[in-house]
Every structure is written in structure tokens, then in C-alpha cells.
């Protein structure tokens, strides 16, 4: 029975950190490419603000109701190549609405080893806490038992909170619930 309530409690704070919701806070004015800061390099972030102009401004695509909402998205993705990001950047520029330029989508330019590593670190950190907690004998039982909760591996992003949100889920005490902010630490496509 108790091993069945921890798979359970450790099953939801693995889809509470995944699910990418509509009911994210955003900020109410759009920012320019001067504020606007994201992972990777400033490449990376000049693609990820040239993606959101396109999608939000050039198409005005209504998945996104902002720009701010679509820098949300993009600036969890560091980039594979500075030199993919900045192609893409004047790829960007010059495409029509009809289809995202060719090699620039957030699944192709997405560097998916950092993805998988931070995945990877949130996982060890929750299972700490279990172990800490009383839940599992050690984290390496727990992680066994993760896995079959989460595949790191079809992620693409780590939004920006993620740093302070591992630091917090380390010291979340025992009968404490994921923290709001902290419910969406990564993106899927």
C-alpha cells in the first residue's frame, strides 16, 4: 500500500513538472530583443526572438497570445549550433506564414543533450528528496522507478524557472507540494 501511494505522489510531481498549460502567468507587454533573455547563446536567443516575430507578428498565429507568450516557450531551448540559430534568424526574415523555414523548427534547433541532462538532474533531485523523505532507500531505487514516469528524452526545452525550482524541490519538506511556479519545468512539442 505504501509503495503504491509513493508511485503515485511521485507520478504526479513527474506530470506536474511536464505539462506545458494555457494558465501560465504572462507578462502583459511585449519585450524587445534588448530584454529579451533566454537559454543558450545570444545567437540562440536572437533565433528564439526571430521565431516569435515570425509566428506573433509577421502570422499572427493564434497559438501564441503575445509575444511575450511565444518568448516563454522559445527561450527554453538552447540551440544546437550558433551557426543554425543565426541562419535561421535570416531565414526567418524572409519566409512566408505557410511553414516554418526549413531546419529551424524548436525540434530541430533544440540542443536535446542539455534537455536530457537537466531532466536527468530534476529526477535525481526529486528522488533525493524521496529518499530524504522516507519514501525509497535510496535514490538509486527511486530513479528506477522514475523512468517509468518519465522519458527525458522527448523533451526539447527547460523554461526558465528550472534553476530556482530544482534548488526548491532539493528542500521541499515531506508533506509540502510542488510549489506553483515550479509545475512546468520543461517543454515537449
Not at 24 to 42: F, I, K, L, N, P
Not at 51 to 76: H, P, R
Request: hydrophobic share 35%; aromatic share 10%.
Amino acid at each position: 500500500m505504501m509503495k503504491t501511494k509513493n508511485i503515485l505522489c511521485i507520478a504526479g510531481m513527474f506530470l506536474l513538472t511536464v505539462m506545458w498549460g494555457c494558465d501560465r502567468d504572462e507578462a502583459d507587454v511585449d519585450m524587445t530583443r534588448e530584454e529579451h533573455r533566454g537559454r543558450g547563446s545570444e545567437a540562440c536567443q536572437d533565433w528564439q526572438y526571430a521565431a516569435c516575430t515570425f509566428w506573433v507578428s509577421k502570422c499572427q498565429n493564434f497559438a501564441f497570445q503575445s509575444l511575450s507568450d511565444c518568448l516563454d516557450l522559445y527561450a527554453a531551448h538552447s540551440c544546437r549550433s550558433d551557426v543554425a540559430a543565426t541562419d535561421c534568424v535570416a531565414r526567418y526574415e524572409t519566409a512566408e506564414c505557410s511553414q516554418v523555414p526549413a531546419g529551424c523548427s524548436r525540434s530541430e534547433m533544440t540542443d536535446r543533450a542539455s534537455v536530457v541532462a537537466n531532466c536527468e538532474a530534476w529526477l535525481e533531485a526529486i528522488c533525493e528528496n524521496n529518499v530524504a523523505c522516507g519514501h525509497y532507500p535510496s535514490v538509486a531505487a527511486c530513479l528506477d522507478e522514475a523512468v517509468d514516469y518519465l522519458d527525458c528524452t522527448r523533451f526539447v526545452g527547460t523554461y526558465m524557472n528550472f534553476e530556482d525550482c530544482i534548488d526548491e524541490i532539493r528542500q521541499l519538506p515531506c508533506d509540502a507540494k510542488v510549489p506553483t511556479d515550479c509545475r512546468y519545468v520543461f517543454t515537449s512539442l
